[in-house]
């Protein structure tokens, strides 16, 4: 039973486009979300965060939002640059309990230049 | 500030056989994670230590098993090895473990099982 999907294995975009990479979970107790980025052969690296008081949050060029009602969150990232293209994991935790975060399978980022 | 150190990075084992894997936290952060990442499974969680004690166990066999050390550093060990094993364990760190804080990951152990 997957709690957290991403149900696009892969995406391609061109340099200097918005990337929209989605995510979808079941569990209604989430309510702490991450987005992560792996390079091969390295662990995974925190991108950005969204608590489930929020509906939007941004760093930079990247910008997470968050639809309680859909059980649905997406991370934009505008402009996309060939140093973007990596796996894009989407997780989710209760915040009240002691960590554990649930991943989804991960979207593949090509930026083409 | 270094950052999660995991030793080995690379092991070959055969099955039955019984292996150790190491975790240094970032230093000050007290919560250690592990994860099992493989091509079918994705990323899950295996277990969370927190000043010595285990917090939270994710759905693995007892075959899997970890300690954390007074000075937070962890070691995972997973006994009578199966193929299905092989696979990239990472470990993360965290200040308290609380769910609300960003985790930092090493770069994993590459474990296959022969």
């Known amino acids: 039973d997957q709690q957290v999907k991403q149900n696009s294995p892969s995406l391609s975009v061109q340099e200097g486009r918005i990337s929209i990479l989605n995510c979808d979970y079941t569990?209604?107790?989430?309510?702490?979300f991450l987005w992560y980025k792996k390079y091969p052969a390295e662990g995974p690296t925190f991108l950005i965060s969204?608590?489930?008081?929020?509906d939007k949050n941004e760093d930079g060029r990247f910008t997470v939002f968050l639809n309680k009602s859909a059980k649905h969150l997406s991370l934009h990232i505008v402009p996309s640059q060939p140093g973007d293209s990596a796996v894009y994991f989407c997780?989710?935790?209760?915040?009240?309990?002691?960590?554990?975060?649930?991943f989804g399978s991960g979207t593949q980022l090509t930026v083409l230049p | 500030k270094a950052g999660v150190t995991q030793t080995p990075r690379y092991l070959i084992k055969t099955r039955g056989q019984q292996v150790t894997l190491s975790c240094s936290p970032i230093?000050?952060?007290?919560?250690v994670s592990w994860y099992q990442q493989t091509p079918g499974q994705g990323l899950q969680f295996l277990f969370e230590?927190?000043?010595?004690?285990?917090?939270n166990k994710g759905n693995f066999p007892g075959r899997f098993s970890g300690r954390q050390f007074s000075n937070s550093r962890s070691e995972m060990n997973v006994s009578t090895l199966e193929l299905g094993d092989s696979a990239l364990y990472l470990c993360?760190?965290?200040?308290?473990?609380?769910?609300?804080?960003?985790?930092?990951f090493g770069s994993g152990t590459q474990l296959s099982v022969l």
């Open positions: 993360a760190s965290s200040l308290q473990g609380a769910g609300s804080e960003k985790l930092f």
């Open positions: 569990n209604s107790m989430f309510d702490y």
């Open positions: 969204i608590s489930s008081i929020k």
């Open positions: 997780a989710a935790a209760e915040s009240g309990s002691a960590r554990q975060l649930t």
């Open positions: 230093s000050g952060h007290r919560s």
């Open positions: 230590y927190f000043s010595e004690t285990q917090r």
